[in-house]
Structure formats: structure tokens, C-alpha cells
């Protein structure tokens, strides 16, 4: 694939995720404040980046995406949740997430809570009811295995918990690097071997994929904080500068612009490195890379 | 079973649920402080009616209950998790709880939900990763997708969201019993679902036993409303009177005590009828249904 058609490969993706991710709160039996409270957030746009890592690993195995569709949406249903509870005012108290108001400041706080609940439930469901003949019991029940082991205590949670705990504190690059590794990387990773166990991949394949994911997941996170320096608040849907205005760490605070900027490209390189071994078809993986790599929101 | 027989069965399982639960925890690779929380709440005691349903559904049809252990587990996770989340104060803000503080009053906020996040996850994680070779994966696949209805937007979530919906209105009988088949309903019929699932029951029992449990989940909840009028503070662990003082719409209050006892006994008699359909040693099961109707804790 060349440039412009990785584009339009991902784009459909996208497309596709956003039709389908309606039609799974449609179709519950559930109260309509819950309903509303869920289909906000998850429909609120964003990059898309966990379901669009887990499209390009069908593709690089040569697999149709249509195959990780229910996997992709309970991935952004997750991620939807951890969101929503993170942006809770006993937890980052934020008023504005992709430039609209966060669920609790239109639906309460109350109603914020069961809406992650919900969503978080409503995730595992979506992969237990799968109905596509092509994915095997024991591969379904692998996938929600990880999911579980991705989004739980051990996983996102563990993440949140330590970022939590290390608010106001002097950090050191390690423990800066276990909560991101936790909050945002063990999704990431998900995603590719969510991708990599539907498409059959040798445990080799597993192996290389898992630590590409982990450097990828670490260069977004340091994207993020570049962001926040030298980004577009209109870009990017949320305030800049709030790092340093919360006396955050980040990777530029402990390695100054120029040394996250280094750390940023040398994660992309161990990334793209790994996914070489990994012996598939990398375009669109090596694309998401640079995207990851460059991006402005 | 004599009595003294379905009573000692009933504490034995209690205390291997017991022994059990802390095990869980203390493997988990994660921050001290969430497994704290965790542990706090899900070792806090309370009745285990659900673990106590499930292994008694095993018994009824014959089986070991040590091959209900891990789902009875996770059941009691899914519960602690929503006990945690109810008493937050966005939602009851209680301050204690089987007479201890509650958990936010202990660990805060933003750790009470994550305790909440991560119990409700780690749920799915300790089914899928069962390895008892006496469950096939398909019936692995249906515990958790049958879990995560129980538990979720069209389970125990909506039955919440109804009950805050409510607070302050003159609900009638149908909302109110709304409420109760989603809040406790849905997750004490999973616990007899599970059970008879595990044990290969037939779609004729499985139907019956659904209906048993449908008709125990409202007596328990009647029940729960006398207690709080009629109870004993000591014993319960809470307040008593706070329905009355909080307005709160219950049974004896659209029924009168009288009338909400005499549901109470039909519901019983429901519950053991649809009991003796299902053509199963029904001797603990018939005892938890007098427990549930006479309780008074």
C-alpha cells in the first residue's frame, strides 16, 4: 500500500467503527438516561487509535478488519470508560475532554459513574456474544483474558492508581514510565494482540508485535506531553500548558523539549525495528508509527 | 440433607469462598494501595447469598461445589464492586456499611472508584482464566456473557439507574419492582444460573431455576425492606428507619407491613413451586428460601 491508500484504509476503518458503535447501545434494553450517558462519550470522535492499531494488525496478517470489528468496539468502549471516570472531580476534575463538556458536567455525577460501569460491562459482553464462525471458543476466550488483564488492576488501573498516588510529587523517570506503560500501554498493546491473536500470528509473531506495541504506546505518551508544550488548543480540544501549571511530571520536565524529542524518536525506531522482525506486511502499522510519531492532537 | 446437615454445608461454603477471596488479591501484580481497597471491601463479611446460591444450585444437581469456586468469587467481586460504587456520595454517600466506614471514607473517592473498576474487571478475568478441565469452553464463554448481562446496562447497572431516576417520586408497584429484578435480581438469578450451567443442567431446569430465582430476588428484597423497619440496627450493621426518613418508596410503604409480608410469603411459595419443577435435590436451595424469608441481617 502506498500513502494515500494506507490513508483511505484507515479512514474506512474509522468510518466503519463509528457506524457500528451506535448500533451497539441501540439494541440494549436499558434505560434511556444510561443509553444517552453511553453514546455521548463514545461517540464523541477522537483519534480512534486503539481500534485503528488492532484494523492495521488484521491487515498486516493479510486478514479482513471486519473480523475485529465487536474486539474494536469493546476496545473503545473501555477506553471510553476509563475516560469518563478519570475526568470525575475526585479524580482529574476536568470540565472539557475533545472540546466538550465531560460526561458528569451534562449527566451528573452519579449517572458519570454507571455510565463507565456500564460501558465496561457492556465491553466483555460484546466479545462473549460474538457469533462470527471464523473465531474459535478458546481465541474468544483469550481475548477477553487479556482485556481483562489490559484494562484491570494489573493493567489501567494499576496506571491510574500510581498516577494518582505520584500527584505533587517528584517523580523519576521509572515511575513516570510504569504509570504510562499501565494507563495508556497495556490498551495499546491490547489492540495489536487483540489483532494479532484473531489473525492466528505464530507466538514469535506475538512476541516482536507485544514489544513494538509497548515502544509505540510509550512514543504516544511522550507525543502527548510535546503536546501540551508546543500544541494547538484548538488542535487538540483541550487546554495547553496544564502540565506545567499543575506541576506535572512529564518526560520534557525530567529531559528537557530536546531530550523527550529524542526519546520520542527513539521509541518510534524500536517500534518500527520490532515490527520488522515480526515478518508481515507493515504499511499501515509503520504509518500509524509516523502518525504516532508526528501527529498534533 | 437434614437441616443440620444444609446448615453446615451452607458455612462450609461460606468459609471456603472466605479462604479463597483474599488469594485472589495477593497474586495480583498491583499497587499496594488498590489491592488495600479491594481487599477491604470484598473481606468486609456480609451473608455471600449469591457464592451460597450458586454452590447450592451445584449441589441440587449433584455436583462438586469446589468447581463453582472461581465464579463465585468473581460473583462476590461484581457485588463488593457494586457496594462500593452505591455508596459513594454521588450516589447513597453512606458512610458505613456492614457497620464499618465505607470504603471512600477509608481510601478516598478516586480510589473507591477505581477499587470499584478494578473488582468489576478483575470479575472477568478470574472466569476466563479458569482451567478446570471439567468446563468446556463454550460454557465458559456463556458464564461470562451471561455475567456481564447480570451486571451491566441491561442487568444491575439499569436497576440503579432506575433507583436514582426515582429518588424523590411516587413510584409505583411495576417501577418499583423494575428496580429490584434489575439491582439484586438480575445478579441473584445469574448466581442460580451459573450454578445450573455448571452443572449441564437442561433447558427445561434452567427455565424453572430462572423463575425460581426471579420470585427469591423479590422476597429478598421485600424482606430487606421490612428489616428496615422491623430490624435490629446491631444486627443489620446499618441504620434502620432511613427508608422512612429518606422517603424512600418500598414495599410496606405502597403496601402497608401486612401487605408486603403477605407478598413476601407468596413469592416464597413461587420460588419453591417453580423449585420442585425443576426435579432436583432441592433440599439447600428450599432451606436458602426460608433464610431469605425470615432473615434478619
Redesign the interface.
Known amino acids: 500500500m502506498n500513502r494515500a491508500e494506507v490513508e483511505q484504509f484507515l479512514q474506512q476503518q474509522k468510518q466503519r467503527l463509528e457506524e457500528s458503535l451506535p448500533h451497539y447501545i441501540a439494541r ?4 434511556g ?3 444517552r450517558a ?1 453514546s455521548y462519550s463514545l461517540e464523541a470522535g477522537g483519534k480512534r487509535i486503539r481500534p485503528l492499531l488492532l484494523f492495521a494488525t488484521l491487515h498486516s496478517f493479510g486478514k479482513e478488519p471486519d473480523i475485529g470489528l465487536p474486539v474494536a468496539c469493546a476496545i473503545e468502549m473501555i477506553h471510553t ?1 476509563s475516560l469518563i ?1 478519570d475526568d ?1 472531580p ?2 482529574d476534575n476536568d470540565d472539557l475532554r475533545r472540546g466538550k463538556p465531560t460526561n458528569h458536567k451534562v449527566f ?4 458519570a ?2 455510565a ?3 460501558l ?3 465491553a ?2 460484546v466479545i ?2 460474538m457469533s462470527d464462525a471464523r473465531i474459535v ?2 481465541t ?3 481475548l ?2 487479556e ?3 489490559a ?4 493493567g489501567m ?2 496506571g ?3 498516577d ?2 505520584g500527584e505533587g510529587k517528584q517523580l523519576s523517570l521509572e515511575q513516570l514510565e510504569y504509570i504510562h506503560r499501565h494507563k495508556t500501554g497495556k490498551m495499546l498493546q491490547y489492540s495489536v494482540l487483540a489483532g494479532a491473536l484473531l489473525a492466528d500470528a505464530k507466538d514469535e509473531q506475538l512476541h516482536h508485535l507485544h514489544t513494538f506495541a509497548s515502544h509505540l504506546g510509550l512514543a504516544f505518551q511522550i507525543r502527548d506531553d510535546i503536546l501540551d508544550i508546543e500544541g494547538s488548543e484548538e488542535k487538540i480540544g483541550k487546554r495547553v500548558g496544564s502540565d506545567i501549571e499543575n506541576k506535572k511530571v512529564t518526560y520534557p520536565s525530567l529531559l528537557t523539549i530536546a531530550g523527550a524529542k529524542e526519546k520520542l524518536s527513539f521509541h518510534i525506531a524500536e517500534a518500527k525495528r520490532y515490527l520488522q522482525k515480526a515478518e508481515i506486511n507493515d504499511s499501515v502499522l509503520s504509518y500509524i508509527c509516523d502518525l504516532v510519531a508526528t501527529r498534533d492532537h
Not at 440494549?28 to 434505560?31: D, G, I
Request: proline content about 6%.
Open positions: 440494549l434494553n436499558a434505560p438516561t444510561i443509553k453511553m470508560y471516570h470525575l475526585s479524580m451528573g455525577e452519579a449517572m459513574i454507571l463507565g460501569d456500564g465496561l460491562t457492556y466483555f459482553q462473549a456474544e471458543p478458546a474468544k476466550i483469550r477477553i483474558e482485556l481483562a488483564k484494562a484491570g488492576p494489573e488501573v494499576a491510574q492508581v500510581a494518582i498516588e
